[in-house]
């Protein structure tokens, strides 16, 4: 129950606002000038102060500025019949929340409370969103420090409390899972599950199975029952990652699950209750996706309630080095000794494209950190360890062998997959991404080419 402190000094408002405050749910406390109002206020805890504006001993304004300049931290909200704009516009450079002009509504009086205490827990929820993801094991990537990123907190807290399903869009590596972990960490659900699938890692015909499960003797090798992902995160969270790749058989499935909040296992024939919260997202436009055809309207107005935009690094410079100094920060406690990047190597990684954006940004700083074995980095660091090898190019083989068209795509295309892998370390993502393709498309050649 938030407590409210009542300032005026008036005895019939004092008592009407206390009758109308606690039938409301509010603990009220009142005091008929602003000094002994002042005593009180730095005295106990108070979550909001109504305070009028003209008082004896101490005036409204002067009550404001002392009790802030003496720490007080509860939100004030002014009432004066007095003044009119300019009183209010003096209140709030004063650090008043909000300013309520006299005679007012009973409802005004209030909705103004209920609006101040959602301001207050939103501020907190982000504040400790933010400590959250300092300390947490997922904060990789999370660096708020341009105003893009900013807004995409202020976002995440809002959203966090309520079950809404959150599209989360953006290129690939901007940090998607990790802004869906800190949905969930931050949510009623934190003590759940949180469990992410990426939609275009899992071959089509074992996607059905491994989200809604399957029975025994569903298909050949099914030896016994199998909860699936849904199941599987029933009281947390399920992040549906790479969206857009959903084949479309799923999609219709899938909707049916975010209208009914029921799945079926694969050979199955009765429904199973499910209490999961759907994060989805990609690196797609599924707005384009849904004018090819390739992905259900439907579908994407039911996940579409909140879209939370991550931009590229390019687009939010100001958070690459900080970025770079979480990294080394992270990379200097699991190597063992100092690392840093110098002030030059600090510069030239802000000028620097990134179309990997976060994620290639730490493994630039990781791949730096382990060849160079420098406590230091330097430009030259980055530069000589991050420069992948060029591939042969096609009508090379062609001129070695007299090999056919076909053959010398297929080396070719071989050899632009070995170089696009090997530049990011294994990241089978990040590589699709450079080769512009999808990562199923990915995985299909690695098998076709025997790159296991």
Known sequence: MSRVLVVDDEPGLRQSLGLLLGDAGYQVVAEGDGQSALSRAIAEPFDLVL?????????????????????????VIMMSAYGGEDAALAAMKEGAYDYIPKPFRPDEVVLTLRKAEERERLRREVAGLRAQLDRGPEA????????????????????????TTVLITGPSGTGKEVIANAIHRASPRAAGPFIAVNCAAI?????????????????????????????????????????????????????????EGEIRRVGDTRTRRIDVRIVAATAKDLEAEVRDGRFREDLYYRLNVVTLHLPPLADRREDIIPLSRHFTARLQRRLGHPLQCSARAETWLEQQAWPGNVRELEHAIERAAVLSGKTELEPEDFQSSSRPPVPERAESATRRGGVTM???????????????????????????????????????????????
């Not at 500025?65 to 003496?70: D, Q, V, W």
């Not at 807004?151 to 309520?162: F, G, N, T, Y």
């Open 140 to 163: 990789r990537a999370l660096v708020a420090e341009s105003q893009a990123m900013r807004s995409a907190l202020d976002l995440v807290a809002r959203v966090a409390e309520h079950r």
């Open 51 to 75: 305070c009028d504006v003209r008082m004896p001993r101490l005036g409204g304004i002067d009550f404001l500025r002392a009790y802030r300049e003496r720490g007080g931290t509860a939100l």
């Open 203 to 259: 071959p089509e015909n074992l996607l059905e199975s491994e989200l809604f499960g399957h029975v025994r003797g569903a298909f050949t090798g099914a030896s016994g029952d199998r909860a699936g992902l849904f199941e599987q995160a029933t009281g947390g969270t399920l992040l549906l990652d790479e969206i857009g790749e959903l084949p479309l058989a799923l999609q219709a499935k899938l909707l049916r699950v975010l209208q």
């Open 406 to 452: 076909k053959q010398a795509s297929e080396a070719a295309e071989r050899q632009a997959i070995e170089a696009a892998i090997a530049a990011v370390s294994g990241n089978r993502r990040e590589a699709a991404k450079r080769l512009g393709v999808s990562l199923r498309t990915l995985f299909y050649k690695i098998r076709q080419y025997g790159l296991e």
